[in-house]
């Protein structure tokens, strides 16, 4: 078993960091906050990217791509937004430099000053809907439903790799419809389309909900959400989507003429989801041996570690590593051959195991002699013995078994780590000595989420949209409650 | 026919300008130089975006990505790179916005100035060579593959949709080699998989050769470039690839370990192609009725328009189109069924004329009949009235043709556009006269070189490297020549 890695037990938040680094999924780089995703790491994203652009083709959008840069006075159009955004943007003076008088280097052009500053994007409902306008006239133009891939910049002052970075990668939606009911069911929709993508292809739980006033999403009048549990018994924010009303067409006048020829604004929403999600992929799966994927997500689903002393021997296995890897590929199988001699099959086994490939083969010269090889799992650390011809049909069931397997477990989790309290003094002790969510009465308010999270750190994640919808009395003020809500402490 | 384009014969640039906006490819924004492009035209660059990516891992390059901010030190690492870059780059200098004290709106917060201010990235060398410092200690490493899919921004002053943007999507590769002939292998072999995209993919016809001293990419030891020629007999460079020797290995200190234990600086390519191409492709094939697809790159190959008067017919008409829709897609043909009834058929049959499409299917209540369908070819405009049991074998064997075809008239119109002179006088007079590219001695001076372009705007797009290697006298100064070169006016 790999020992480079701290155990979780010891320190989460270490393991985590150096799982990220050591399994080659992304660094820091020389720019304050920005990372880099490694090629391994970026083979993951392109997986999840992938399916989740067939997703949204297929509930009918279409891609776009709009500007990197936002006038500042874009910004200012919609006041809740500009709020929200503009006290931690990367922001654009001059378009030059030029080499300093006194010969010490390259410097800004003082002559070469904007007239109006740039905001580097953090999101781009202000630049999209200045564009909507003049896509927009009639309602024979709606649904307007548009997707965009893009990187986005927040300048947060304390970032992790993948979970908060300055620069991250995302898609971001921006549609924009005839009437509230078909703005809101798209919200519903995407919300729908996210919870089904990262329980069933990444194999993560997750709780949808909607999420309280104060944490919505500046300038929406809905925020849907999916939120998972992290395997230290943090909550982390999967993806959202939200219902924008007509804030956005208000500030950026974008009207349309009804069938029945009426003049009105039109309904919008907004949804996205980042590289945060390789955050939670790597908390929910992988262990003190390293990363653990989902056969779904694996950019090899199963590596082939030929054993050999010498060339005879090296044959007699090549022969078979070969024909076994036809035979996977022509099923679909994503299948990686190592037979470098650099590397011995003992720093491959660990290789492997830390990179998270859901299967591997070692085939040794005794393996010839019997017509069997070894078939180990990632996720049970099962072996077995089997022979060539049952591999590929053996390969194929256990890859959806591990699929399978890695959701149970995970669910599994959610379910121990799931606490639903009566009381204040039970809340905090529920927090401080196991964590996880915890479902708890609620009076509604602002005030007193905000005088939770202050005292526990806690925030209310969402108000589920399934589940118990009993009402009862806020564990804090004791005042009436609708319905439980979702507490945890978040990433 | 349509007619609601300025021909080309009439104004080329007013053509390309209102061709790129009314075939929903591209629109300018609110921000300067930067365009948004639609989703017409990224589903194209969609296209072009999939092949390239199969192309370069087949040769096995992997993708990463890299921040999108470079620290303005950096760039003075490499000089002359930064002379080529630093005079057109957007420059981040604060990293917060604040509410003026004024009250007269949002500002820039003076104390949230950068440390050191951020260049967005014109292209990513500086940071990837300070990142390969890290990845690269031994022979092991090497060679080191990489792909990036990013936006860059160089601000330019004038700008034209897709030609020249500030802000531009592009793949820019970046790889770093044990030997220098590995690395010169590498550049050539991705200025072959450019021409291999590009004529094939993309039907034009391209000539490779490598840039004049002058012409260099900042900081390359050697440019190989392919260019193609537009319709108006102006050159467009459709994709770069340099060899970078070891001038950025040396600026980042990137050293390696060989086999023999000796260390030494890698050597390095990188090589890229953007959104640049979606401008070649509308002024190689396009003519005045609007875009002409080639097969390969268009999101729809064929679009079915239904034609009726009643519901009746309409019911017959749908009937065999939903037949013929199923049959095309279970062959893979992209096919589009326009069965909306808030447009009629003149309006449809102008817009996919417009759009490109390649092959138009009308179907009447006099088709379902006679059991036939109207088969149209954007590229020629013929027609023929086919049964409906050999549509699908039509339409497969026409995709070719038209593909073929299209490269076919690209060639033609090369083949007559390129002259070859041995004056000065003939040079400067073929030039007014008909354009095009023109072939034709040179000493080998950047002084000469010069003074051509001052004198005539035309450049040395490329020495070619197949054709005529005769050596003779420069057109210019009647000095001896190695060889002719190739000679253009250039976008």
């Known amino acids: 078993m790999a020992k480079n890695l701290t155990p979780r037990a010891e320190d989460y938040s270490k393991w985590y ?29 392109e997986r999840m990217q992938a399916e989740l652009d067939r997703m949204f083709k297929e509930t009918g959008h279409q891609n776009a791509y709009f500007p990197l840069f936002i006038p500042k ?31 010490s280097g390259i410097v800004v052009d003082p002559e070469a000053k904007l007239e109006e500053e740039l905001i580097v994007r953090p999101t781009s409902e202000t630049i999209i809907w200045d564009t909507y306008r003049k896509w927009i006239q009639s309602y024979r133009d709606l649904p307007l439903l548009i997707n965009q891939w893009a990187n986005v910049v927040r300048w947060e002052m304390r970032t992790r790799l993948f979970l908060r970075t ?43 909900g909607t999420k309280t006033e ?53 309904w919008a929403t907004s949804w996205g989801v980042s590289t945060r999600l390789m955050g939670a992929l790597v908390m929910t799966h992988s262990d003190d041996n390293g990363l653990v994927l989902p056969p779904n997500l694996a950019p090899d689903q199963l590596v082939i570690v030929p054993i ?27 299948v990686k051959y190592d037979n470098r001699d650099t590397q011995k099959p003992g720093w491959k086994f660990n290789e492997y195991e830390l990179k998270g490939v859901p299967l591997r083969i070692a085939i040794g010269p005794k393996d010839v002699e019997k017509g069997t090889v070894e078939l180990a799992r990632r996720d049970t650390f099962q072996k ?12 194929e069931s256990l890859l ?19 606490s639903e309290v009566t009381s204040y003094d039970e809340f905090k002790k529920v927090l401080d000595t196991k964590g996880g969510f915890i479902l708890a009465h609620w009076d509604g308010t602002s005030a007193t989420e905000e005088m939770v999270k202050n005292d526990t750190k806690a925030t209310i994640r969402c108000i589920p949209l399934d589940g118990d919808t009993q009402p009862g009395t806020c564990i804090f003020t004791g005042k009436p409650s609708q319905r439980k809500v979702l507490f ?3 990433y």
């Open 166 to 208: 300055a620069e991250f990668l995302w898609q971001e939606g921006h549609t924009a419809h005839a009437t509230k009911d078909e703005a809101v069911a798209e919200a519903e929709q995407m919300m729908n389309v996210y919870a089904d993508f990262v329980e069933n292809f990444m194999a993560i739980p997750v709780v949808k």
């Open 488 to 490: 945890a402490r978040a």
């Open 400 to 418: 959806g078994e591990i699929q399978e397997n890695l959701y149970k477990k995970a669910i599994s989790h959610r379910i121990e780590n799931t």
């Open 17 to 45: 960091n150096e799982l990220v680094i050591k399994a080659d999924l992304a660094e820091n780089s020389g720019v304050r906050g920005c990372m880099v995703i490694k090629p391994y790491g970026y083979a993951i994203w």
């Open 384 to 395: 077995e013995f089997i022979s060539h011809d049952k591999v590929v049909n053996t390969v």
């Open 73 to 103: 006075s874009y910004f200012s159009k919609e006041a809740s937004h500009v709020d929200g955004f503009a006290k931690e943007c990367a922001v654009v003076t001059h378009y030059r430099l030029k080499n300093a008088e006194d010969g």
């Open 214 to 266: 104060s944490e919505r999403f500046a300038g929406a009048l809905e925020t849907y959400c999916i939120e998972a549990l992290m395997q230290d018994g943090k909550a982390l924010q999967a993806g959202t989507s939200h219902f924008l009303g007509q804030n956005f067409a208000k500030a950026f006048d974008v009207k349309f003429t009804s069938k029945e020829g009426k003049l009105d604004y039109v």
């Open 308 to 334: 050999y002393r010498n060339e005879e021997e090296f044959d007699g296995v090549d022969a078979i590593a070969k024909n076994l890897m036809k035979q996977l590929r022509s099923k679909g199988v994503r």
